[in-house]
């Protein structure tokens, strides 16, 4: 099994800046992809970015292209989003996914793909 917690939402104004993490625990050598998804209310679940765990390929949502990055560190089993130039568009719940199995894009998988999940945190872009 593998535990996710997500840390670092909060609310900010548009134009601002949050980085979230993502702290892995378990068995994490079987986690080859690691992403993050929100959720808005009343939309659907969207994948945001995600990273292949070995070879650090990124894919990243349209939406959020140029504006966020995904990283992740090895030695702490933490991944990262940076997210820059916040829109209120960007609200929602983040959540932390991991897959036993490779991403490969272009886009982020389906939540359907993820097998671990973390219990989400509230990011909450002011106008």
């Known amino acids: 099994q593998v535990q996710l917690v997500e840390s670092g939402g909060g609310s900010v104004e548009a134009g601002g800046s949050l980085r979230l993490s993502c702290a892995a625990s378990g068995y994490t050598y079987s986690i080859y992809c690691m992403g993050w998804f929100r959720q808005a209310p009343g939309k659907e679940r969207e994948g945001v970015a995600a990273i292949y765990t070995v070879g650090d390929r990124t894919y990243y949502a349209d939406s959020v292209k140029g504006r966020f990055t995904i990283s992740q560190d090895n030695a702490k089993n933490t991944l990262y989003l940076e997210m820059n130039s916040l829109k209120p568009e960007d609200t929602g719940m983040y959540y932390c996914?991991?897959?036993?199995?490779?991403?490969?894009?272009?886009?982020?998988?389906?939540?359907?793909?993820?097998?671990?999940w973390g219990k989400g945190t509230l990011v909450t872009i002011s106008s």
């Open positions: 996914a991991a897959a036993r199995t490779a991403c490969s894009g272009p886009y982020p998988p389906r939540g359907q793909y993820m097998n671990y």
